[in-house]
């Protein structure tokens, strides 16, 4: 079973929905390489494409919460961190060995939950802010960072 994105998963931050549906089509594909028996061939670039990915991504948002002064950035940011040191404590256990399906499962398991917890939780408070803040400087902002 794969894991789609759903209208329902937008922050109404058109740039950010972009990345977060990028983040869904990866797993997405995982989820499939996980069905089809080759979850464990496809884990190393999974997991070098979010470490690089995600922290451009939450950079960005980052970005565009300080541009706007929103008042949760360091919750959020710290949010942020929780998931990279998960990400890197996954990396750690495959390095130490090889790719078992259970390591396969359980990578699946925290991103797709942290994906959509983060996204539904926490993003969704942020994109409510910023459209509340939109205006043309924001729409400019957005083109200079996007």
């Given at each position: 079973?794969?894991?789609?994105?759903?209208?329902?998963?937008?922050?109404?931050?058109?740039?950010?929905?972009?990345?977060?549906?990028?983040?869904?089509?990866?797993?997405?594909?995982?989820?499939?390489?996980?069905?089809?028996?080759?979850?464990?061939?496809?884990?190393?670039?999974?997991?070098?494409?979010?470490?690089?990915?995600?922290?451009?991504?939450?950079?960005?948002?980052?970005?565009?919460?300080?541009?706007?002064?929103?008042?949760?950035?360091?919750?959020?940011?710290?949010?942020?961190?929780?998931?990279?040191?998960?990400?890197?404590?996954?990396?750690e256990r495959l390095a130490?060995?090889?790719?078992?399906?259970?390591?396969?499962?359980?990578?699946?398991?925290?991103?797709?939950?942290?994906?959509?917890?983060?996204?539904?939780?926490?993003?969704?408070v942020l994109g409510a802010?910023?459209?509340?803040?939109?205006?043309?400087?924001?729409?400019?902002?957005?083109?200079?960072?996007?």
């Amino acid at each position: 079973m794969g894991i789609i994105w759903k209208k329902e998963f937008r922050i109404g931050v058109q740039e950010i929905d972009a990345q977060h549906q990028e983040l869904f089509t990866r797993l997405d594909r995982f989820a499939g390489a996980i069905e089809q028996g080759e979850g464990g061939s496809q884990l190393t670039a999974l997991l070098k494409f979010l470490d690089d990915y995600t922290r451009r991504h939450f950079m960005a948002e980052e970005n565009l919460q300080r541009h706007f002064k929103y008042p949760h950035l360091e919750m959020h940011a710290a949010e942020h961190r929780k998931f990279l040191k998960k990400l890197e404590g996954l990396a750690e256990r495959l390095a130490q060995g090889e790719a078992t399906d259970g390591l396969v499962r359980l990578t699946r398991e925290v991103l797709q939950q942290w994906l959509i917890q983060h996204i539904c939780q926490v993003d969704k408070v942020l994109g409510a802010f910023v459209i509340e803040q939109r205006n043309a400087e924001w729409e400019q902002w957005l083109r200079d960072h996007f």
